[in-house]
């Protein structure tokens, strides 16, 4: 009974700290091995079980190839871009590249995407309000890439929020919870740049449209039969229209890339690949616990647990295994949705999920139900959720 709660005291420390920004990088992971070291297998292995269950729920990785011959970039679905440097790249053997670079992007820029991607919002114990998680990934002819010491590659991430952001470096736990690093690099957003159209006129004709008594006024160049007027009539105008479809079309073009560029930030240079975070501390003293036990009922392996922020871009996690456990930290008056899944030796699924706003040493029992089909599916669509919390924080209602 000892070792069980030896165990979950170290699996609760990065909730139950206060954290600390300051803290070397070196002393973050000395934390995350010795939690590493004190974990029992099993446990570990069951929570990598329920890791596994998640990773199934998120969205597919975006993948794109590029010449390892030349520099190029690469544009991800929510805007941001990743400059492929091949010269500033080695195996992790320290070979060179090969003829092609293979790029794996995941953008996280939501809620529901960090929750699917278990990419918590926690920095050593202090939460995060996230301005998109991104992982980033290189390989070459199945070799993994990384860049080489000394040398950065750069990326420009989207603008997400108006508030100043930080970079973060990502790194997970033996249990696969995220814990995010400071680089102590400010984000700086791009100037807006005012488009320039510039349509071509290349192909068409410059022959004369021919007037054929038009206003009382006849052409002078005779022998035009109606027909053939008509024809040269029909294709000037169909050039015409051509030339107006081609301009609105680069028209609308430049207007993206223009507000795409004014959405970005300015590119920041990166050392490393795999997960990078675009982040911000939550600055709040009014602050709690939150207790979560689990009732008695047919689960008796390791149960996931997480706390979904409605009114910001946040998410927490942990896992619970016999005793309650706790999240630290929490602030008061936030809507959160507490969800909780877990599977039996078995295979069957069980699941939980309430939302509710969170008060002074907030305590929630909670009991699993056995789910499948469409309510399992359900649990991880939060989407329409979260934008119903889309609202400036200053308006939450703390609750004393």
Not at 106 to 115: D, I, N, P, R, V
Not at 173 to 191: A, P, T, Y
Not at 302 to 322: C, Q, R
Request: net charge negative; hydrophobic share 35%.
């Amino acid at each position: 009974m000892k070792k069980i709660i030896g165990t979950l005291a170290l699996l609760t420390f990065l909730f139950s700290s206060c954290g600390n920004r300051n803290t070397s990088s070196s002393d973050v992971y000395q934390e995350i091995n010795e939690q590493q070291v004190n974990t029992t297998l099993s446990y570990a292995e069951e929570a990598e079980t329920l890791n596994d269950l998640l990773q199934k729920q998120e969205a597919p990785v975006q993948i794109f190839q590029v010449s390892s011959s030349k520099q190029s970039k690469i544009t991800g679905r929510h805007g941001t871009v990743v400059h492929i440097r091949p010269g500033n790249l080695e195996t992790v053997d320290g070979e060179p590249v090969g003829d092609k670079i293979e790029i794996e992007l995941k953008e996280c820029t939501h809620q529901e995407a960090l929750f699917r991607s278990n990419v918590q919002t926690v920095s050593n114990g202090q939460l995060l309000v996230s301005g998109g998680a991104y992982y980033i990934n290189m390989t070459s002819d199945g070799k993994q890439l990384k860049i080489k010491d000394g040398k950065m590659i750069e990326m420009d991430f989207p603008v997400l929020a108006d508030d100043e952001m930080e970079l973060f470096y990502g790194q997970r736990d033996s249990l696969g919870r995220m814990n995010w690093l400071v680089v102590e690099q400010k984000l700086e957003r791009k100037e807006e740049v005012a488009p320039s159209i510039v349509v071509e006129s290349v192909g068409l004709t410059e022959t004369p449209m021919v007037i054929f008594e038009v206003n009382g006024v006849t052409d002078t160049v005779k022998n035009f039969s109606q027909e053939e007027f008509e024809r040269m009539q029909a294709q000037r105008m169909a050039e015409r229209a051509e030339l107006e479809k081609r301009r609105k079309e680069l028209e609308k073009e430049q207007e993206k890339q223009r507000k795409l560029q004014s959405e970005l930030y300015n590119s920041v240079s990166v050392n490393q690949l795999g997960w990078i975070n675009v982040d911000r501390f939550l600055k709040m003293n009014n602050v709690t616990n939150v207790t979560v036990e689990v009732e008695d009922g047919n689960v008796t392996n390791t149960i996931a647990i997480y706390l979904v922020f409605k009114d910001i871009n946040s998410v927490i996690n942990t896992f619970y295994k016999k005793d309650a456990t706790r999240f630290s930290g929490i602030p008061v008056g936030y809507e959160v949705r507490l969800i909780a899944f877990a599977m039996d030796k078995d295979e069957n699924y069980y699941s939980y999920s309430s939302d509710f706003t969170v008060k002074k040493d907030e305590k929630r029992s909670i009991k699993l139900q056995k789910t499948d089909g469409k309510d399992w599916d359900k649990l991880f669509d939060l989407r329409s959720w979260c934008e119903e919390g889309n609202k400036a924080v200053s308006k939450v209602m703390v609750v004393d």
